[in-house]
């Protein structure tokens, strides 16, 4: 089965470029591109939730250039892509602390939010100034202020990523083993899927190739294959 919510740890720009002796900035240009075939991608193959990890809580410790121009790109994205998401039916939202983004690219963060805000085909989480400890941290501070009982399911309500589903499926590219602050909350029963293309190469035969994997798995939420296994008049299928 395809899964629903598909979220995507990006990695591999600043390499991609070195290896073309080109600036770090070229290859989150050429991320960019690769994003927009992944988003028509998951489009295609009926994905209801695209996440992907833009810009953490801690890229601000980037050369200046580099994150300045991280921005730009996002300003510029902004212009280029929504008239197209428009006409896709995709509904943009951006997760993470606004607070530190400039005033005018806030606004535009907004504007692109109410301007989707009726698609519902493909829902495109773009996290931006985004850390999985910091949207528990807030989630639990504003349940503080507001004197509620800190329970999984009030932390879920609080959380900046509460109007969609978890993560089915959570890929990373770029060859790294890890998580490094994305979706710690969500990602609870997601599987895991590692790719060795640098983000800008990743493509449509290596989408299909996670998707694939991820059909062979079996999602057993803390039971055993025993239990999962589909019940037939009494009998268990095989
Ligand atoms: C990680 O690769 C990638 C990023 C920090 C930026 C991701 C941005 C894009 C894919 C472009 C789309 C951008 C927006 C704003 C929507 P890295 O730079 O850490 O690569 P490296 O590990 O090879 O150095």
Redesign the pocket.
Known sequence: MTPQHIAIV???????A?KRFLP?LA??RQ??E??RRCIRACLDRGVAVLT?????SE?WNRPADEVSG?ME??AS?LGKEVPQLLKDGARLHFVGERAGLSDKLRKGLEQAELATAANSRLILN?C?NYGGRWDIAQAAASLAAQGRAITEVSLHQAMAMSHVPDPDLIIRT?G?LRLSNFLLWQAAYAELFFSDK??PDFDEAELDRAIAEFTRRERRYGKTSDQLAPVANGQKVA
Do not use: C, K
């Open positions: 990006m990695d591999g720009n600043g390499r991609w070195t770090r290859g989150h991320g960019m690769s994003l992907v990890f833009a810009f953490s890229n991280l790109l996002l994205a773009v931006f770029g790294e640098l983000w």
